[in-house]
């Protein structure tokens, strides 16, 4: 009995040893496994920061381009606005000028210079029309007086509003 008894507590040691090593080993994976857990959220934490600093840079990148954008706009509304004062100047200068009257002067002046223009014209059409009569042999004499006779009747025209 004594030799069962011992084979019996050797048994008991051995499988006590068992048992302590399945505990350990169960021990150890669930350490294990509690450390990978906290690897994983360790990554998916460091994970979610690149993204999120990845998002955020794109979001400065674009905040940025709205920016230039926005100074962009703000120089072409300032030219626009430019572009509007001197409009509205313009257009103010145009009203000014459909207020004033003409002077009378003015007016006789303007009325001289056509009439002085319409002999110009006058005088030179027909010293044209000379040329050209004696150039095809018409009777020069007679040309001649006419051209003649206008230039009087102008001379007398031009001399008479500068008397007045």
Not at 28 to 38: A, F, P, W, Y
Not at 152 to 159: E, G, Q, R
Request: hydrophobic fraction near 30%.
């Amino acid at each position: 009995m004594e030799k069962i008894l011992a084979h019996r507590a050797k048994f008991s040691a051995e499988f006590s040893r068992k048992q302590d090593t399945i505990e350990k080993f169960h021990t150890l994976t669930r350490e294990s496994n509690e450390i990978n857990l906290k690897n994983s959220e360790i990554i998916a934490i460091s994970y979610e920061k690149d993204k999120s600093a990845v998002e955020q840079q794109k979001v400065v990148c674009f905040a940025n381009e709205l920016e230039n954008q926005l100074d962009a706009m703000e120089e072409l509304i300032d030219e626009l606005e430019t572009l509007r004062l001197e409009n509205n100047k313009s257009e103010v200068k145009i009203k000014q000028l459909k207020r004033i009257k003409p002077n009378p002067k003015d007016q006789q002046l303007l009325k001289l210079g056509s009439d002085y223009s319409l002999i110009k014209y006058t005088v030179i059409t027909n010293w044209q029309e000379y040329i050209q009569s004696f150039s095809l042999g018409k009777n020069e004499k007679k040309i001649e007086g006419k051209l003649w006779g206008e230039i009087s009747k102008c001379s007398k025209n031009s001399k008479s509003p500068n008397n007045n």
